[in-house]
């Protein structure tokens, strides 16, 4: 029989989202898989058969290389929600005979809690119909917000980030003597682990920022203005972080309080943005003082010249975790890091039923945000110390990182 696996990649990318792909990868290579096959644009792709073969474009060692620092999905991505095996059993059948006719064995899928609820589903319709076929999650998301594991790959080099751009921010925001507000988002949805991180900005060498919300407090914009006239009238540069999911007590997004927000993907999620725009536009009318809002948006996630070497060594370990479980017979699990132990930082991976985690956010612990909610305490910032600690430089050529690229790569017919 042959050994052959598929792999994907599904939600918003990281800046090392594929080292798991080449962990993955190498893993099954080493292993004595045939054939790797990769999706292009996620489950999405696979539905209408757009299926690579990765050892045509990863050819040896320096490839693996390459993949590994290269930002964002090398395959593609989507945001596809499988409906429910009941209400569309077409589809199952169709992926199904899709994975039987490439001669699959295991497939594996690097996302975040949406990507996996598609494991949860493919892996539960596979017992339906005992199908030997193995579905491993491999854990992705800056967001850090996936139930089970100590933390996700992606979220230490967006971190490494925010805390990096940050402090470049707190600094930049002295040049003038005059009063200045740069309000910082930040992305993360509905939980605040990136926006945390800017609080590493505050060292020897810097203030850090002055106040940081999380969306895991209910935000109120009066207090907000309050607090930042306060500020103005004692120093002459103010630098706050705000997630992009603040929301009102009332549960409305501090985005959509702005005239235009109604964008939502095909997960259903509101697209978040426009936040730290909408209260400094509010700081410029109601303060009077000058006023700048940074977005790092996408910068965040992509930043493949700043990314954490602990992250991404952790993201290659989780990928090559699914192939070894998958090739034990494990099917319908995720991969987990697990903190071992705190100083020096030691991490292990293991394994993680996929039903407790499918859909589910893994909030900041309240007990992590200070009374007032305008910042966190020392405790979170010693969970995400060891996790943006040292480096990976590109390899960079003509002065620019080199990335792998799959442009040319043909879909199997
Ligand atoms: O889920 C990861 C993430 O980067 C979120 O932090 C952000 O809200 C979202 O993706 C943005 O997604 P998209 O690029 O699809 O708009």
């Known amino acids: 029989m042959k050994k052959n696996v598929i792999v994907g990649q599904s939600g918003g990318p990281t800046a090392v989202i594929n080292a798991s792909l080449a962990g993955v990868y190498k893993t099954a290579k080493d292993m004595g898989a045939d054939t790797i096959y990769g999706m292009r644009y996620g489950i999405q792709g696979l539905l209408e058969k757009k299926i690579v073969d990765l050892g045509e474009k990863i050819r040896n060692d320096m490839d693996v290389e390459l993949l590994k620092r290269t930002p964002a999905s090398f395959l593609g991505s989507c945001r596809y929600k499988l409906p429910e095996s009941s209400e569309d059993k077409a589809i199952y059948?169709?992926?199904?005979?899709?994975?039987?006719?490439?001669?699959?064995?295991?497939?594996?899928?690097?996302?975040?809690?949406?990507?996996?609820?598609?494991?949860?589903?493919?892996?539960?319709?596979?017992?339906?119909?005992?199908?030997?076929?193995?579905?491993?999650?491999?854990?992705?998301?800056?967001?850090?917000?996936?139930?089970?594991?100590?933390?996700?790959?992606?979220?230490?080099?967006?971190?490494?980030?925010?805390?990096?751009?940050?402090?470049?921010?707190?600094?930049?925001?002295?040049?003038?003597?005059?009063?200045?507000?740069?309000?910082?988002?930040?992305?993360?949805?509905?939980?605040?682990?990136?926006?945390?991180?800017?609080?590493?900005?505050?060292?020897?060498?810097?203030?850090?920022?002055?106040?940081?919300?999380?969306?895991?407090?209910?935000?109120?914009?009066?207090?907000?203005?309050?607090?930042?006239?306060?500020?103005?009238?004692?120093?002459?540069?103010?630098?706050?972080?705000?997630?992009?999911?603040?929301?009102?007590?009332?549960?409305?997004?501090?985005?959509?309080?702005s005239a235009h927000s109604d964008k939502t993907d095909s997960f259903g999620h509101v697209q978040l943005s426009g936040t730290g725009k909408y209260l400094s536009d509010l700081i410029i009318e109601k303060l009077g003082c000058k006023s700048r809002a940074i977005e790092l948006s996408t910068l965040q996630r992509c930043a493949g010249h700043l990314t954490s070497r602990v992250d991404i060594t952790?993201?290659?370990?989780?990928?090559?975790?699914?192939?070894?479980?998958?090739?034990?017979?494990?099917?319908?699990?995720?991969?987990?890091?697990?903190?071992?132990?705190?100083?020096?930082?030691?991490?292990?991976?293991?394994?993680?039923?996929?039903?407790?985690?499918?859909?589910?956010?893994?909030?900041?612990?309240r007990s992590w945000i200070t009374e007032e909610g305008d910042y966190v305490t020392a405790e979170m910032k010693n969970y995400i110390e060891p996790l943006i600690q040292a480096e990976l430089t590109p390899i960079m050529i003509t002065g620019q990182p080199r990335h792998i690229i799959i442009d040319d790569l043909p879909d199997i017919k």
Not at 111 to 125: A, P, V
Not at 165 to 181: A, H, N, P
Not at 325 to 354: N, W
């Open 314 to 365: 952790e993201a290659y370990q989780v990928g090559g975790t699914a192939v070894k479980a998958a090739f034990e017979g494990k099917t319908g699990q995720m991969v987990i890091l697990k903190r071992v132990s705190q100083d020096p930082y030691i991490c292990t991976t293991d394994l993680y039923d996929v039903h407790k985690v499918a859909n589910l956010e893994k909030k900041v612990p």
């Open 93 to 257: 059948e169709k992926i199904f005979a899709i994975l039987e006719e490439l001669e699959i064995t295991a497939f594996f899928y690097i996302g975040g809690n949406d990507s996996m609820d598609t494991i949860k589903k493919l892996s539960d319709y596979a017992q339906t119909v005992d199908s030997p076929i193995r579905f491993i999650g491999v854990p992705k998301t800056i967001d850090n917000d996936l139930e089970g594991t100590d933390h996700t790959p992606g979220y230490g080099s967006a971190a490494k980030y925010i805390a990096t751009v940050t402090k470049e921010l707190v600094r930049d925001g002295l040049i003038y003597e005059m009063q200045s507000v740069t309000v910082i988002e930040i992305m993360g949805r509905n939980a605040g682990w990136l926006t945390g991180a800017a609080a590493l900005a505050k060292s020897e060498d810097c203030e850090g920022p002055d106040l940081i919300y999380l969306p895991e407090v209910p935000f109120d914009v009066d207090v907000f203005l309050e607090k930042v006239k306060k500020l103005v009238a004692e120093k002459q540069s103010i630098v706050i972080a705000v997630s992009e999911g603040i929301k009102t007590a009332d549960g409305r997004y501090v985005c959509e309080l």
